[in-house]
Structures are given as structure tokens and as C-alpha cells.
């Protein structure tokens, strides 16, 4: 399961519908990057309501245990569109995947969990938050373990892990109102696969399951001095830099696909960047030696009140959302 590229535009009635595949795959990366808007924006350019993300809590369940997710959508900033924003969301409705992928198919998930209601499990439950239930039989379905046969369909096969060791159970969100609909994903826990048992048996003991990443703050610099957000001159071009917490990149073990025998790796963090005026350098950077995860950002050449926000990643799943409201020509104003 890939974790890096850019996604195709999410399905919305702000947009031409794509081709199911570009869903799906918009679908993935709503769990790792995010989906962009139309071809030719930045894809850190917010030009009407998005789906930023999709955060469960915990973001690592056992089957038949349960996970609340908490949608985060933005998009333009003034006040009629906000109000609009949050009425749509109440209606936010949810429904857990139960269609395996075809077995020659290496997308995320089967299309047809987007648009085949047959193919889902609404719940009852509406809103931006709610609790989901992770099927008993998501291993199989999704993971690791041999697929349910399907009238008509050739037998399935087990799912690869993707690069963590991690499988996940894909679910769909939809908010009417705004034509927006998009697959999230809750890493679920599944045991090794094709390895001896007593490799199976330490993996069970010792492997820790995932925790969300956790942001400390955003720093604002200016040539390398500090600027409050609510005294941003017009057109600066400004360093963001997002500051995770310490203990945010864990160390986790895996299965060595090349040796088979379990190491320990740490989790690597990454941000995407949004905001509906100005525009940022990269949509997407990366943590590296640095405790914090920075960007450029060119504010806009008009003053006015700007929402910025940041959505960190961690490498098996993690979510956490910051936003910062930054006060651009204050003094022209």
C-alpha cells in the first residue's frame, strides 16, 4: 500500500467525477496526505470545502474492538461559508468497507465501497465524530487471513502488509451537503503472517500498538526572528515550523520481509499544509534530524484573517490536526 505520490481529486460536486480507481485512491491518501483539488491548484490550496483528514482514536484496534474517528474539513474562511461548513457536518455519515479488494488488484480498497451500498455498513450514527466498530472478520477481509469466498468471484488471497507490518480497515465518510465522499482507513491488528511461531509468538508480545503523534505548537519565523501570528505584514514570506511532540515518532517492531526475522524501526512523521489564501513552498514535508517539520509560506498581498492548517502523520497511521489563525497586514488595514 503506497504512501507517498499525489492524489487525484476526491469525489464532489464542486468537481467532474473521476474515474472510481482515482476515488479509491484519493481515498488512501485522505489517510495519509490528503486529496488535492483540481488539476492546476496547489494542492495545499483550499478553494472550497475538503476532507484534511481522518483521525481514529485509538489509531490501532484489534478486530471487534472499536475506534471514534473525527473528521477534519476546511476550506474558505469567511463567516456565511463557515456557518454552512458546520451545519453540513452534522449530517457527516459513515459506513464501515466489507468488500475485499480483487486479488489482482493493488489498490487500497474496492471501489465499489465509494458508490455500492452493498458493498458497506452504514451506521446508525451521524455527525463529525463518531464510533466505529471494526468488524471481527477485518483480518480476514483486509488483513492477513484468507478472504471470505464471493458468489461468483474468484478466491481471494491474503492482503500484503504495507511497510510497517500494518493492515487496515478502510471506511467511508460522506457529508451530503457538500457532495464530498472519501475512504479513511483504521490500522488494525493482525498477527504475522508466513513466519515460524515462535516468531509469531514474540511478535505478540512484544509489539506495542501505534499511538496518535501529538503537536506541540507552530513557530513563525521571519529571516530567522520570530513573528506573531496576529502581526504578519502583507506579502512575508514567513517559516512555518510545526513542533511534534518528543515522544511522537515511536519505535515499533516489524517483520523483515528480506531476513524474516523481527527488528525495530521508528515511525516517520510528515505534515500536510493548507490554507485558503497565500500559498505554502511544498504541500507535503517531511521530519528528518530536526525536531520540527517546516515550510515556506508566502502570505497573502492583501490583509485579512488566515487559517493555516497543519495535518501530521506518523508512518503506521497516526493523525494529529493544528490550526493557526494568522492576522496578515494588520497595520494596512
Given amino acids: 500500500m503506497s504512501k507517498d505520490g499525489t492524489a487525484p481529486v476526491e469525489r464532489s460536486s464542486a468537481a467532474p467525477r473521476r474515474a472510481g480507481s482515482r476515488a479509491v485512491r484519493c481515498g488512501l491518501l485522505l489517510f ?36 471514534q474517528l473525527f473528521l477534519t474539513v476546511a476550506g474558505p474562511t469567511n463567516g456565511a461559508e463557515l456557518g454552512a461548513l458546520d451545519g453540513a457536518l452534522s449530517d457527516t455519515r459513515w459506513a464501515v468497507c466489507l468488500a475485499p479488494k480483487p486479488p489482482v488488484d493493488d489498490r487500497f480498497t474496492n471501489e465499489r465501497c465509494l458508490t455500492d451500498e452493498s458493498a458497506v455498513q452504514p451506521l446508525a450514527l451521524r455527525g463529525q465524530t463518531v464510533r466505529v466498530p471494526i468488524p471481527s472478520e477485518a483480518c480476514a477481509r483486509f ?49 504475522l503472517a508466513l513466519t515460524t511461531p515462535e516468531v509469531a509468538a514474540e511478535y505478540r508480545t512484544q509489539y506495542r500498538r501505534n499511538r496518535n503523534p501529538e503537536i506541540a505548537g507552530l513557530v513563525l519565523q521571519q529571516d530567522g526572528t520570530a513573528v506573531p501570528s496576529w502581526a504578519v505584514p502583507v506579502g512575508a514570506m ?29 515511525e516517520a512523521l510528515r505534515v500536510s499544509w493548507f490554507a485558503a489564501q497565500g500559498h505554502f513552498a511544498f504541500s507535503t514535508t517531511a521530519g528528518k534530524d530536526s525536531p520540527a517539520i517546516g515550510n ?34 494588520r497595520g494596512n488595514r
Fill in 32 to 67: 495519509f496526505a490528503a486529496c488535492v483539488p483540481e488539476v492546476g491548484s496547489p494542492p495545499s490550496l483550499l478553494t472550497t470545502p475538503r476532507v484534511l483528514a481522518v483521525r481514529s482514536e485509538p489509531p490501532e484496534v484489534s478486530p471487534g474492538e472499536a475506534a
Fill in 143 to 191: 488483513g492477513p487471513q484468507t478472504p471470505p469466498s464471493l458468489p461468483e468471484q474468484p478466491p481471494g488471497r491474503p492482503r500484503d502488509p504495507d511497510e510497517t507490518g500494518g493492515y487496515y480497515q478502510p471506511v467511508r465518510v460522506q457529508v451530503p451537503a457538500l457532495g464530498l465522499v472519501a475512504l479513511a482507513a483504521v490500522r488494525i491488528v493482525c498477527g
Fill in 238 to 266: 514567513l517559516v512555518l515550523s510545526l513542533i511534534p511532540s518528543t515522544d511522537s515518532a515511536e519505535p515499533f517492531l516489524r517483520l523483515d520481509p528480506a531476513t524474516r526475522r523481527l527488528e525495530t524501526s521508528h
Fill in 296 to 329: 515556506t509560506w508566502h502570505a497573502p498581498d492583501e490583509p485579512g484573517n488566515v487559517v493555516v492548517w497543519a495535518v501530521l502523520r506518523d508512518s503506521r497511521g497516526g493523525v494529529a490536526v493544528w490550526s493557526q489563525s494568522i492576522d496578515v497586514g
